[in-house]
Nanobody, 118 residues
Framework: QVQLVESGGGLVQTGGSLRLSCAGS????????VGWYRQTPGKQREMVAT???????NYAASVTGRFTISRDNAISTVYLQMNSLKPEDTAGYYC????????????WGLGTQVTVSS
């Protein structure tokens, strides 16, 4: 069974915006740290933004000030608002939900493609 499903990717011009969503099917979703990662062919997967179960955020330097991660635990969903997009933001974007205490869990979605054209 798939635990995380991303949506909202697509083609956008430089300077445009997209909002990615990640819908979870996880028990006690509020207890998980969540995050967004991106990857292009031949490159290592890169952390874009994380949001802990306690509400702490962290962003990659390349997206700070442009991207915002948020969550709605009532509907078990994680969002990534992406503004002022650049061609270098082009990548597959993946959602992650992780719990490192108690019974450890680490879930990944299958990704959604974001393409930013010049």
């Amino acid at each position: 069974q798939v635990q995380l499903v991303e949506s909202g990717g697509g083609l956008v011009q430089t300077g445009g915006s997209l909002r990615l969503s990640c819908a979870g099917s996880i028990m006690s979703f509020r207890d998980y740290d969540v995050g967004w990662y991106r990857q292009t062919p031949g490159k290592q997967r890169e952390m874009v933004a994380t949001l802990s179960s306690g509400g702490r955020t962290n962003y990659a330097a390349s997206v700070t000030g442009r991207f915002t991660i948020s969550r709605d635990n009532a509907i078990s969903t994680v969002y990534l608002q992406m503004n002022s997009l650049k061609p270098e933001d082009t990548a597959g974007y993946y959602c992650n939900a992780k719990k490192d205490w108690g019974t450890r869990r680490d879930y990944w979605g299958l990704g959604t493609q974001v393409t930013v054209s010049s």
